[in-house]
């Protein structure tokens, strides 16, 4: 498996989180790929920083510790070390930092997803007329990045330490929470704390599955019932 541990400011992403929708999911990926390209100018030391782990085998994962949460999502790019950081690229072209900007940009509009398509489209032309660098190639490359982002499916988890809210089986201290919408969200309970190492064994499908079995409470109640 190749697995990159990288060091990146945490005013990249604190306010990413929490995850609600596919707009969040693509400001924490570009924001992240804004934070590899120079990863290896953070000294050692560095205060107010992160440890983030991206996992590629058969699965392509991102992994971020934040406080007693590990937030992950699918990682949709090949990734590539230089001596600068790390080079992240989409359809054989490298992410640069321009690009990044511009998508950060429009992902600032909070309205955007709430607006009739050919109103966004328009909306991302007109951010696009304001990088006067960009050639009419990057801005294909930029829209065709951006509605990826917008698209892809993230398969977001979270797992979560949690006991200010601990409810018995209810709403265990450990547990993972799945998908990122409150209507389609899920919550799987754990016996215990689980690390990054323990989410990517879950995840990993060269690796023993993992199964799903019935709360200690319903298994009392089957024992006990006539």
């Known amino acids: 498996m190749k697995r990159i541990e990288v060091t990146i400011l945490e005013s990249l992403i604190d306010k990413c989180f929490p995850i609600r929708d596919k707009v969040s999911v693509a400001v924490l990926l570009i924001n992240v790929i804004s934070g590899l390209q120079y990863a290896s100018k953070i000294p050692t030391g560095c205060p107010n920083t992160l440890k983030l782990c991206i996992a590629i085998e058969k699965m392509s994962r991102l992994f971020i510790p934040v406080a007693d949460s590990i937030h992950s999502v699918h990682f949709p790019f090949p990734i590539y070390q230089n001596e600068e950081g790390f080079e992240v690229t989409y359809l054989g072209r490298p992410i640069e930092s321009i690009h990044s900007s511009f998508i950060q940009t429009v992902l600032s509009n909070d309205v955007l997803l709430t607006l009739p398509l050919d109103d966004m489209i328009d909306f991302i032309w007109q951010t696009q007329d304001e990088y006067k660098e960009f050639t009419e190639e990057e801005k ?68 023993d599955c993992h199964y799903l079995e019935k709360s200690r409470i319903e298994k009392n109640k089957l024992k006990i019932a006539p």
């Open 140 to 207: 294909i490359f930029v829209f065709r990045l951006l509605w990826f982002l917008l698209t892809y499916e993230p398969g977001y988890l979270r797992y979560d330490y949690d006991p200010l809210k601990a409810n018995s089986d209810l709403h265990p201290i450990h547990h993972m929470d799945v998908f990122f919408s409150g209507k389609a969200t899920c919550k799987l309970g754990l016996m215990q704390r689980a690390s990054i190492d323990d989410l990517i064994d879950i995840l990993d499908l060269r690796t």
